[in-house]
Every structure is written in C-alpha cells, then in structure tokens.
C-alpha cells in the first residue's frame, strides 16, 4: 500500500508503521549536532542509534535526554571482551532505559549480554558480519569461511545464547530470519535509497527490499544525515517503509 492508498483513517497508522521501523544513527562528532538533528526531524523519527563517535562525545547524556523526550535509544557499542567485562557493561546498559544494544556475535560474548540483561528490558543483539566486509575483508582479517556461512553460523549461534536478535546486512536478512524464526529481531543497517551514495557500506539494499527481505527495522545514517534536507529524506524513507 502506498501513502496515496491509505485513507485519511488509515494515514496515522501508515505513517506509525513506517516510523516504527525506521532507526537514525547519530553519526555526530558533538551531542549538539546530534540534538539538532533530533529536534528538525521531530516527530518523523522516533528512535535513534548512538554509536561510537557520539558516545565519546557525551552521548551517554544526550541518550538520557532523548529517554526523558519519549524517544527509544540503541546503544550501538559493539561490545566484545570477557565475559565478566561484557555482562557488566550490559547491566550498566539496561539500568539507564536504553531499549536496544549491541556485541559482536561471539557465543561467549552473547552469553555474557543475555546474562547483563536478564530481567531487563534491554534487547541485546549480535553484529553478526559487518556490512562493510565481503568475502575478501574476511579472508583479510584470517577467517576461512565466506560472509554467506560466517552469517549462518552466528545467528544460531546467536539464537542459542538467547539473546534478541541480530544485527545483519539487508542481503542477509532472509536467510537470517529463518534462522531466528519471527519472534526474534532482525535489524539491517547497509540500507540505501535507490540512487543514494553507497560510501564505505559493501552489503546493501533499498529501505523496502529491506523489509520485505524480513527486517524488523532499519538503521539509516548518512542518506540522512547528509542529505540536503534531512527531515525530507527521512520522510520519504518512512513513506517507503510503510509501504513496504
Ligand atoms: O551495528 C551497526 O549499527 C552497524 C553494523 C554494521 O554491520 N554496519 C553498519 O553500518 N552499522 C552502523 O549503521 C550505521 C550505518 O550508517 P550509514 O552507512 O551512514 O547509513 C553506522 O552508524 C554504522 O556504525
């Protein structure tokens, strides 16, 4: 269905469903540039990911201010370190409201997240290969295996440790929800409007393949960010999602 489909009744729930689905990344290098941005896409956007850069750059703060705001935030740490370290850090997570958080998809490491979270509301989810490798970069970095398998084995794997679900690129997300089943998330960053610069990203796919691949939610960063009007883009990225 698209936004001229959906009648006036069903405009609200349209434009709920696209936004629901739609995760910003605060790539900023100050929480300043980061709030400005939240405050011109308004109510368009109602989730957002704080990722390295900003978190050195008082995102820990900016993400208590955006909790206070309504908003739901996704730590994106990327955690990966001792068990011990690992729990530790994910239960500090859950105890400051943050809704989603991120580890690299070793079995050790997801074990120790799904422990930190245990009895919170803190979704933790595996990065299972990142959408700037393909076969080649893992060949590089000393693993044998291609992306496809190195996928395949840590959703199980991610799915054994319980935790919520995985972080995958949107090329990967069917064969990644079948693994996981429906009650798992799946979130696909690696996503670009058709047309849009590709940039260091290798694993891609629009906002509608996205979903209709079988992500729950999509992460978007500089097809917004640098776009010449941000709060233009991300409605029309929304308006795709809904329809998808
Ligand atoms: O965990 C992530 O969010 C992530 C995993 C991954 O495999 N690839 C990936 O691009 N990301 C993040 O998703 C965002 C993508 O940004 P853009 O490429 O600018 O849309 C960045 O904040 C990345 O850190």
Redesign the pocket.
């Known amino acids: 269905m698209s936004e001229r489909e959906a009648g006036h009744a069903d405009l609200h729930e349209f434009h709920a469903r696209g936004r629901d689905r739609l995760i910003v990344?605060l790539?900023f290098p100050s929480a300043s540039a980061a709030e400005a941005l939240v405050w011109q896409l308004g109510d368009v956007v109602s989730f957002y990911?704080i990722?390295l850069e900003l978190t050195v750059a008082g995102g820990l703060d900016l993400a208590a201010d955006l909790i206070g705001a309504g908003k739901k935030v996704f730590l994106?740490l990327?955690l990966h370190d001792i068990g011990n370290t690992v729990e530790r850090a994910t239960a500090a997570a859950a105890e400051k409201g943050i809704s989603l958080l991120?580890v690299h998809a070793y079995p050790q490491t997801m074990a120790a997240a799904a422990r930190g979270a245990a009895g919170s509301d803190l979704k933790v989810l595996g990065?299972t290969v990142?959408?700037?490798y393909d076969d080649a970069d893992l060949a590089k970095a000393g693993y044998g295996a291609s992306v496809t398998d190195t996928v395949r084995l840590r959703a199980g794997q991610a799915r054994e440790a319980g935790i919520a679900g995985c972080?995958c690129a949107p090329t990967d997300a069917a064969m990644v929800r079948a693994i996981l089943g429906p009650d798992r998330l799946v979130v696909t960053?690696?996503?670009r409007p058709a047309g849009a610069e590709v940039?260091d990203?290798k694993r891609i796919a629009t906002p509608a393949a996205a979903i209709g691949a079988g992500a729950n939610m999509i992460?978007?960063?500089?097809?917004i960010l640098a776009a010449p009007d941000p709060l233009e883009a991300a409605r029309s990225i929304v308006a795709e999602l809904a329809g998808a």
Do not use: E, W
């Open positions: 990344a790539d990911k990722g994106d990327k991120t990065v990142l959408t700037s972080i960053p690696g996503v940039g990203q992460v978007v960063g500089r097809p």
